[in-house]
């Protein structure tokens, strides 16, 4: 049949209206009434009204219907233990939904009913759940599972209402995409208090609750529902809060003794968060559980901890342990506290390092052995992370409403690299340059004296780095102290002894160390070089004077067997006028301490010969005419001093080449000891070495080298201040006092109190005066 429109949009000289029958429309002549029929030739118009439409009733009834089975079929599939089946297939329902919201426009119906079940169904699955007899953990269960069956049927529901969800939902953006099932207060209680019971129970009884696995499945529904957050992560947060910081104050209390063992507790519960944490929570949570961990247990506990435990763990050189208290103090932001007490610890052991006069001679070993273990601290304890790790976002578990990153807890991760934290480092140097301070002058001088023992020593079988790197570490020690002119002093007079008494290890490495110390520390430790310069002048001049006495008295050493005291005299006194004829005005000054002579000696497996110092060579040439003496004759015939001869005659007739007998046996030497010539002497090589035994440098010796370090630098402190007056020409007490600490600070760090000294020093020999106005003002006397 013909619809109107096509009726009514046809040319005029169709046949259209011929389609439709005479009781469908009417034609009216104009001022006269309407018959049915044709119209006259001569008439103007027709009015033609078309008196129904064709009503289509079937097509009207099909669109109810399919809207009645849509409806039923949700029906259905949101009722939970119903006993009704689907009325038609996915296929027909999905079909029929096509045609309820395309071709019959009543998609908005369908909506609201739509949702008016899923209210429904909630509100069933909630009463269910309210009233179901399981408490705590286990409510969770009946939970999980109404969760499962609910998503499972909403699927079901987008599957098969596509075309609602595509064409209707989609252009109705006011509208709400589905129903959340959290909306009853009674089921949120229920759920966090299972909740809570479970994470309360694990952390009081330290293990897995049987019910775990549950939790990952009950924060993936949450997740699929946008409630994670809400209902889980922030309710899980306080409760890890709360129940730390209330453990934190029990366990303070408990152990206010034993801040060690409170940091082992929170280290022990920081690793059970993290098992925790990868067990049963996503992976964005991670990091905030175990910071939320951190800050709740040691909170208000850090200058406690840092104070008590730091130096106990210090002292028994624990690092590993330094380094996970390292870490957790990271966490909460408390390297500042730490760092402090660390600069506090080193400041005070080295304190008590220098200022323990009874071991000087164990000063520079005790602080290398501590500075080694301060700086393995630095470099391997206290160490940043240099990666910024974050998770995959493919990997991620988060919702819409949750971030896709989250930054994770390095511990959780693969070992990242590591920086040493240069804040420790600065710390360690600042302790290390204050500590030197509490004893002025000593540190510098053991330094020193430490060094020439290691040159003494010599490698001894050592790698060339491995005894650089020794050497390294003592100068290391050096940047430390203000007394530099100290350390040179000493440095130098040991220098000279190992040099004139053939001591030194290795000359190369004695040029590379004045090198270095000359280039890096003190410019003036080039004079180091005159050393080894006029080693070499004497060496020359001791060959010409052995040619000269070759030549004048035929003198040949091979052919003297023995040498008494007088013809080494004799000698002596020959060099000397050669020496002086040699080199006009100058001095030529012996010291026999530093003497070395080779002997060569007759025992019975054979001849050897002996390298002995000038002292011992004395003692055993008297044996040439006697073959006992005692101890009062051998006094008597050398001369020595009684504690030199002691100890000479403990080297030859004690130590381990014994060349001498003594009765009675013992190591000691007394008054009435007897000494014989050792002719059953043994020893495998033929040029035999008798270490002298080395006096330590006496208080007396080492107070006259300070008095003599104390005299020059009243020079220097006079030279800087004429040279800073004389630039200037006048200057307040404050600034002069600047400008001379300035002047000397390479050298060494002055005193106040001296510098005023010899301000007034320079005043009274009228290199400087007063300003008659301004008693605090200098004015340079030109």
């Known amino acids: 049949m013909t619809d109107v429109f096509t009726l009514l949009t046809l040319p005029k000289v169709s046949s259209a209206f011929t389609a439709l029958p005479s009781s469908a429309i009417s034609v009216t002549e104009p001022g006269s009434r309407a018959t049915s029929g044709g119209r006259r030739p001569d008439s103007r118009g027709l009015i033609v009204r078309v008196l129904g439409l064709p009503i289509k009733p079937a097509v009207e009834s099909r669109g109810d219907s399919d809207f009645a089975l849509v409806r039923r079929c949700v029906r259905v599939l949101l009722t939970k233990d119903g006993d009704d089946k689907l009325p038609a297939t996915y296929e027909q329902i999905y079909r029929t939904c096509k045609s309820v919201v395309c071709d019959h426009g009543k998609g908005e119906g369908l909506y609201e009913n739509v949702k008016l079940e899923l209210e429904k169904c909630v509100g069933a699955l909630a009463s269910s759940l309210l009233r179901d007899g399981r408490g705590s953990v286990s409510w969770l269960i009946p939970f999980i599972e ?12 987008q599957s098969i209402l596509t075309y609602l969800d595509g064409f209707f939902v989609f252009h109705r953006k006011d509208l709400p995409k589905h129903t959340r099932f959290f909306k009853t207060p009674q089921i949120v209680q229920k759920m966090q208090t299972g909740i809570q019971d479970w994470i309360e129970w694990e952390r009081i009884n330290r293990l897995p609750h049987e019910l775990r696995d549950i939790i990952p499945i009950l924060i993936d529904h949450l997740i699929t529902h946008g409630q994670y957050t809400v209902l889980f992560e922030t309710h899980f947060i306080d409760l890890t809060h709360s129940f730390y910081t209330e453990e934190s104050t029990a366990r ?5 003794d034993n801040a060690r063992g409170f940091l082992s507790h929170c280290e022990a519960r920081r690793t059970e968060e993290i098992q925790r944490a990868k067990d049963a929570l996503p992976q964005q949570s991670w990091s905030v559980v175990i910071d939320t961990t951190d800050r709740a247990l040691l909170k208000g506990r850090l200058d406690w901890l840092a104070k008590e435990a730091l130096g106990p763990l210090m002292n028994a050189k624990n690092d590993a342990s330094l380094a996970k208290m390292y870490m957790l103090f990271a966490r909460v932001d408390g390297l500042q506290v730490l760092r402090e007490t660390f600069k506090n610890h080193i400041q005070n052991t080295v304190k008590n390092i220098v200022k323990d006069v009874e071991h000087d ?3 520079v070993y005790r602080l290398l052995d501590f500075k080694a273990f301060a700086d393995q601290l630095v470099s391997t304890a206290f160490v940043d992370d240099v990666a910024d790790f974050r998770t995959d976002a493919s990997k991620s578990l988060a919702s819409p409403s949750l971030p896709s990153t989250s930054a994770l807890p390095p511990a959780l991760n693969d070992t990242p690299k590591k920086k040493p934290n240069k804040e420790f480092s600065y710390a360690l140097i600042d302790a290390f340059q204050t500590g030197f301070k509490a004893r002025r002058n000593k540190p510098a001088e053991m330094i020193a004296k430490y060094l020439d023992k290691a040159m003494r020593r010599g490698q001894k079988g050592k790698k060339d780095e491995d005894f650089q790197a020794e050497l390294d570490a003592a100068l290391g020690l ?18 000279a002894k190992r040099l004139l008494l053939e001591r030194s290890a290795s000359d190369d490495f004695e040029k590379a160390m004045l090198k270095r110390l000359k280039e890096q520390y003190d410019p003036e430790f080039g004079m180091g070089d005159h050393m080894f310069n006029d080693l070499a002048l004497s060496r020359e001049t001791m060959r010409e004077y052995t040619e000269y006495r070759s030549r004048l008295l035929a003198f040949c050493c091979t052919e003297v067997r023995c040498r008494s005291p007088p013809f080494m005299q004799d000698d002596l006194t ?16 012996w010291d026999h301490a530093l003497g070395t002579a080779t002997l060569k000696a007759q025992f019975k497996i054979g001849e050897k010969e002996l390298s002995v ?22 006094k008597m015939q050398t001369g020595l001093d009684e504690s030199e001869l002691r100890r000479t005659l403990q080297s030859l007739a004690c130590g381990k080449k014994r060349v001498l007998r003594k009765h009675p046996a013992g190591k000691d030497i007394n008054d009435t000891d007897i000494f014989y010539f050792n002719a059953d002497f043994t020893d495998p090589r033929y040029q035999v070495h008798i270490n002298s035994i080395q006096v330590k440098e006496t208080l007396e010796e080492s107070k006259r080298t300070q008095t003599s370090i104390e005299g020059d630098r009243k020079h220097a402190l006079d030279a800087a201040i004429v040279r800073v007056m004389k630039a200037k020409k006048e200057l307040s007490y404050e600034q002069l006092k600047a400008a001379t600490i300035d002047a ?39």
């Open 146 to 157: 109404s969760c499962a069956w609910f998503e499972k049927q909403v699927g079901f529901l």
């Open 252 to 256: 303070a209390e408990a152990l206010k």
């Open 361 to 363: 001679d164990e000063m």
């Open 478 to 495: 050096y940047r430390f102290t203000d007394d530099k002119d100290v350390f040179r002093t000493f440095y130098h007079r040991a220098l």
């Open 574 to 589: 020959k060099y000397t006028t050669f020496y002086k004829n040699k080199h006009k005005g100058h001095k030529l000054d």
């Open 613 to 634: 110092s000038l002292y011992q060579a004395v003692v055993l040439l008297l044996f040439n005419d006697s073959e006992e003496i005692s101890y009062n004759d051998v």
């Open 744 to 782: 000397v600070k390479n050298h060494f760090v002055p005193d106040v109190s001296t510098i005023k000294q010899r301000i007034q020093g320079l005043v009274e020999q009228e290199y400087l005066r007063r300003d008659e106005d301004d008693m605090n003002k200098y004015i340079y006397v030109a």
